[in-house]
């Protein structure tokens, strides 16, 4: 009796599930799909009708037939504008030109026959349908034209995200909340790899650096919030999934360059510094330097025509920001009750070289924040049944005094801490095509994200005591500065993260169904060190 029972669930759950992939949307999250229906002059459905789909870039054409009730599909396009052609026994030859494809979307095409020899030219429009009647998704489309004219500070073109209804920025620090969930439950890709870090469960490289990837690098981007299909998984929150921009048979590229300063911008009405006088200290206005140089461009064409395509990112950032040390308490260097002071066996040189000394780690601190970014990627169309990728993204940040990133730190110069971060990404895919019904797509990634933090060399008059004696305790003196090795550090790698990615995903068309079904594994393995404390540390109060 119980395992007729245990037979009849696993039967409802394993016909629940065919129901569920049954409805999917058979583009992957690197690709999009057209579909329509081929009809008579009567409006009557055409079956069997040959259907012929070109890439206008790369020449790559993928054919298939219409159903017994007249309807294509046809899956597993790269993102690019397209040629649809129809032909049918005594029908003229019907055409539609500038069918654009995005990802993870289907365009849809229908296509009326007439009788004749000549050529209809049937005109669509080059944009995905407004309503959705594919799948139950919430997502839209940031295409390539919204990347390039639309204004973005600093160019982490994810934030473009934040155009999607129900998205606000989550924090300070650049993490984007999708109907009200924590940041830290989104999923992000890139060309069908993960494009996350494990560890404190955001994107690659964290909020502290630019961005991971260039913007001219991506093509478009897709942000799902909900309803999203198994395949994306992981996510509470939304799913960012982008591709990246391929070369084709026309050379093309871009040239960049962005300089933004603060030479004529208004001063931060709570940016102060505090400054020793006689007889005490006084607040003046601080306008810490804030110079920011982006600058790059992007080149791709063809190796071998209509066969290998390249393509080329490359972006640098330099930016110069120097940060104001201050105390947390403007009276902190005010003259102290010498009587009290000298009664315990301090003399008046020792009082006031103590206060020099606290002066003298206080004011402006140099500290930088420079960027660099590579992509290249390869194309190759092998045969007409298979197509493969490879693309490597590069990235390294450097940032001396850049873990304090606020424009005034209540912190002394040498308590801010060094900043590094390396990422590099290896995406490889290859595609076939068994019929014009039954497509196979397998992903493969491996990435690092190497990130680092350690302290600053002691100023001059600090005490050191570890490290080779070229660092300073932490010293922390209630509701008045810390000045030495934070706490925190050093942070050796934070984390030193590897994964392994491999993943593939089998689509076929059954009638009216698109059935997907597939798999993802994830190997990850983190190296996390982190010397707390190490240099040693002193409170007082």
Same mark, same amino acid.
């Given at each position: 009796?119980?395992?007729?029972?245990?037979?009849?669930?696993?039967?409802?759950?394993?016909?629940?599930?065919?129901?569920?992939?049954?409805?999917?949307?058979?583009?992957?999250?690197?690709?999009?799909?057209?579909?329509?229906?081929?009809?008579?002059?009567?409006?009557?459905?055409?079956?069997?009708?040959?259907?012929?789909?070109?890439?206008?870039?790369?020449?790559?054409?993928?054919?298939?037939?219409?159903?017994?009730?007249?309807?294509?599909?046809?899956?597993?396009?790269?993102? +690019?504008?397209?040629?649809?052609? $129809?032909?049918?026994? /005594?029908?003229?030859?019907?055409?539609?030109?500038?069918?654009?494809?995005?990802?993870?979307?289907?365009?849809?095409?229908?296509?009326?026959?007439?009788?004749?020899?000549?050529?209809?030219?049937?005109?669509?429009?080059?944009?995905?349908?407004?309503?959705?009647?594919?799948?139950?998704?919430?997502?839209?489309?940031?295409?390539?034209?919204?990347?390039?004219?639309? %204004?973005?500070?600093?160019?982490?073109?994810?934030?473009?995200?934040?155009?999607?209804? +129900?998205?606000?920025?989550?924090?300070? @620090?650049?993490?984007?909340?999708?109907? +009200?969930?924590?940041?830290?439950?989104?999923?992000?890709?890139?060309?069908?790899?993960?494009?996350?870090?494990?560890?404190?469960?955001?994107?690659?490289?964290?909020?502290?650096?630019?961005?991971?990837?260039?913007?001219?690098?991506?093509?478009?981007?897709?942000?799902?919030?909900?309803?999203?299909?198994?395949?994306?998984?992981?996510?509470?929150?939304?799913?960012?999934?982008?591709?990246?921009?391929?070369?084709?048979?026309?050379? *093309?590229?871009?040239?960049?360059?962005?300089?933004?300063?603060?030479?004529?911008?208004?001063?931060?009405?709570?940016?102060?510094?505090?400054?020793?006088?006689?007889?005490?200290?006084?607040?003046?206005?601080?306008?810490?330097?804030?110079?920011? !140089?982006?600058?790059?461009?992007?080149?791709?064409?063809? $190796?071998?025509?209509?066969?290998?395509?390249?393509? &080329?990112? &490359?972006?640098?950032?330099?930016?110069?920001?120097?940060?104001?040390?201050?105390?947390?308490?403007?009276?902190?260097?005010?003259? %102290?009750?010498?009587?009290?002071?000298?009664?315990?066996?301090?003399?008046?040189?020792?009082?006031?070289?103590?206060?020099?000394?606290?002066?003298?780690?206080?004011?402006?601190?140099?500290?930088?924040?420079?960027?660099?970014?590579?992509?290249? =990627?390869?194309?190759?169309?092998?045969?007409?049944?298979?197509?493969? #990728?490879?693309?490597?993204?590069?990235?390294?940040?450097? #940032?001396?005094?850049?873990?304090?990133?606020?424009?005034?730190?209540?912190?002394?110069?040498?308590?801010?801490?060094?900043?590094?971060?390396?990422?590099?990404?290896?995406?490889?895919?290859? !595609?076939? /095509?068994?019929?014009?019904?039954?497509?196979?797509?397998?992903? @493969?990634?491996?990435?690092?994200?190497?990130?680092? !933090?350690?302290?600053?060399?002691?100023?001059?008059?600090?005490?050191?005591?570890?490290?080779? +004696?070229?660092?300073?305790?932490?010293?922390?003196?209630?509701?008045?500065?810390?000045?030495?090795?934070?706490?925190?550090?050093?942070?050796?790698?934070?984390?030193?993260?590897?994964?392994?990615?491999?993943?593939?995903?089998?689509?076929?068309?059954?009638?009216? *169904?698109? $059935? =997907?079904?597939?798999?993802?594994?994830?190997?990850?393995?983190?190296?996390?060190?982190?010397?707390?404390?190490?240099?040693?540390?002193?409170?007082?109060?």
């Amino acid at each position: 009796m119980t395992k007729n029972i245990m037979l009849r669930i696993t039967t409802l759950a394993f016909l629940s599930l065919m129901f569920a992939v049954g409805m999917v949307f058979s583009q992957s999250t690197t690709t999009g799909a057209i579909n329509g229906r081929v009809t008579d002059p009567q409006g009557a459905v055409v079956p069997n009708a040959a259907v012929t789909v070109t890439n206008i870039g790369t020449n790559v054409a993928v054919t298939g037939t219409t159903s017994a009730i007249g309807d294509f599909r046809i899956a597993n396009l790269q993102p +690019g504008i397209y040629r649809v052609e $129809i032909s049918a026994g /005594s029908f003229a030859p019907a055409k539609a030109e500038n069918v654009i494809v995005e990802v993870g979307q289907s365009t849809l095409v229908n296509v009326p026959l007439t009788i004749g020899e000549a050529t209809a030219d049937v005109t669509i429009t080059a944009e995905a349908p407004v309503i959705n009647t594919t799948d139950n998704a919430n997502a839209i489309n940031i295409n390539q034209t919204s990347i390039n004219e639309l %204004p973005i500070n600093g160019r982490r073109w994810s934030n473009f995200a934040l155009l999607t209804p +129900g998205t606000v920025p989550d924090g300070n @620090f650049g993490l984007i909340s999708f109907r +009200g969930i924590s940041g830290l439950l989104n999923n992000n890709t890139i060309d069908g790899g993960d494009n996350n870090q494990a560890f404190f469960s955001e994107e690659r490289g964290r909020t502290r650096i630019n961005y991971v990837i260039s913007q001219s690098a991506i093509r478009e981007f897709q942000v799902n919030t909900s309803n999203y299909s198994a395949e994306y998984g992981r996510s509470a929150g939304g799913v960012v999934n982008a591709v990246t921009k391929s070369g084709t048979n026309e050379f *093309h590229g871009d040239v960049f360059y962005f300089n933004r300063n603060n030479r004529n911008g208004a001063r931060n009405p709570l940016a102060f510094n505090t400054v020793l006088v006689p007889g005490g200290t006084t607040l003046v206005d601080a306008k810490p330097k804030d110079l920011r !140089q982006q600058g790059g461009g992007t080149i791709g064409g063809r $190796i071998v025509k209509d066969k290998l395509f390249f393509f &080329f990112s &490359f972006d640098r950032q330099r930016r110069n920001f120097p940060g104001i040390a201050t105390f947390q308490n403007q009276n902190f260097l005010n003259t %102290p009750n010498r009587t009290t002071l000298t009664s315990r066996g301090l003399t008046n040189a020792q009082i006031d070289s103590t206060i020099a000394f606290l002066n003298s780690v206080a004011g402006e601190n140099p500290r930088r924040g420079d960027q660099t970014l590579y992509l290249p =990627k390869i194309d190759w169309i092998v045969n007409d049944k298979n197509s493969f #990728s490879l693309s490597w993204n590069r990235m390294r940040w450097e #940032s001396p005094n850049g873990v304090q990133t606020a424009p005034v730190v209540q912190r002394a110069r040498s308590n801010w801490g060094d900043d590094f971060v390396e990422v590099d990404s290896i995406n490889a895919r290859l !595609q076939t /095509s068994f019929s014009a019904n039954v497509l196979n797509e397998f992903r @493969f990634q491996y990435s690092r994200d190497f990130e680092s !933090q350690f302290g600053s060399p002691a100023l001059p008059g600090e005490p050191t005591t570890a490290l080779g +004696g070229t660092r300073s305790p932490g010293v922390f003196i209630t509701n008045g500065f810390e000045f030495g090795t934070p706490n925190f550090l050093d942070r050796e790698s934070f984390p030193n993260e590897k994964r392994w990615q491999f993943a593939d995903s089998l689509s076929f068309s059954m009638g009216r *169904h698109s $059935i =997907k079904v597939g798999g993802d594994i994830n190997y990850i393995k983190e190296d996390i060190v982190n010397l707390f404390r190490g240099a040693g540390s002193y409170s007082y109060n």
